[in-house]
């Protein structure tokens, strides 16, 4: 089992940027692949972004493409979401995710990541 703690959340202006960070534990966090998800008020959580376990392959959703970007430091078991020109449809609380991924692969969806952290709140607001 993996534990996962996320930080870097907060208030921000339209057009601005934060960095979300993801501090992996417990296992080795180079046998997983991470993600970034994200659920807004009243709203189904959302896939946002997804990293595989060597951090060769990402993949972002639309609605964040080219503005996120996902890393991760496996030496520091850290995943990270840069995030810039956030947008009011932005907010949300953000959430890290992580499934063991032995054979390296890249995974786009929300379904298989059986490890979550508690979240972290992202407000974008004037």
């Known amino acids: 089992q993996v534990q996962l703690q996320e930080s870097g959340g907060g208030l921000v202006q339209p057009g601005g940027s934060l960095r979300l960070s993801c501090a992996v534990s417990?296992?080795?966090?180079?046998?997983?692949?991470m993600a970034w998800l994200r659920q807004a008020p009243g709203k189904e959580r959302e896939f946002v972004a997804s990293?595989?376990?060597?951090?060769?392959?990402?993949y972002s959703a639309n609605s964040v493409k080219g503005r996120f970007t996902i890393s991760r430091d496996n030496a520091e078991n850290t995943v990270y979401l840069q995030m810039n020109s956030l947008q009011p449809d932005d907010t949300a609380v953000y959430y890290c995710a992580a499934r063991e991924a032995p054979k390296d692969i890249l995974i786009v969806t929300i379904a298989p990541y059986d490890n979550w952290g508690q979240g972290t709140q992202v407000t974008v607001s004037s």
């Open positions: 417990g296992r080795t966090c180079s046998t997983y692949a």
């Open positions: 990293i595989n376990c060597s951090g060769g392959s990402s």
